[in-house]
């Protein structure tokens, strides 16, 4: 099951799209080192497919059906050396929710702005199991977009150096508060 995205509308789509075009005009656009030649080839397309009309979900599908993920990576060892590791086996699952809700983030950030919203909410967009503290207690805290849109541009395929969202699994993201 995806993420609940509460602001995901036209008017965000569009921020997303922009966000996506900006990072692949400047070379920007976090690549997985899961994903295959293919995938890596398609990336940006399968992406855009998914801010426009999808879903973290269908982000998800379209790797998985469309075969982009490597079987292997190559990982470092602790003391020195390489080894082959196992893609795990929700890969396209955790990159799918990451990277589209990444998107939906900035692009929720870019709105916010053009539209003279001052703070954003952070939310539980997906039940988790079991929450990590630091998750719960992020919950209904509010940010600014601005800082939230500099942070995630800035730092792609980690974690964001502001925490928000705070990475794949967390099952937080943002809205515009009520």
Known sequence: MGLRFENLDEATREAMLQEIDRDAESGNVYVSNYLNHAGERDWVTILRQAAHSGSDETLAAAIRENGYLKDEVQRRK??????????PYNAHETLGEGEFGRYYARGLCVRAISEGIAELEVYRAKDVRE????????????????????????????????????????????????
């Open 131 to 178: 929450p990590r503290q630091a998750s719960e207690e992020k919950i209904g805290s509010r940010i600014d977009p601005e800082a939230i849109l500099d942070d995630l541009r800035q730092t792609q395929g980690v974690e964001p150096a502001l925490g928000v969202p705070p990475g794949p699994n967390s099952g937080l993201t943002l809205r515009i508060p009520n």
């Open 78 to 87: 602790p003391k020195g050396g390489f080894t082959m590791a196992k893609v």
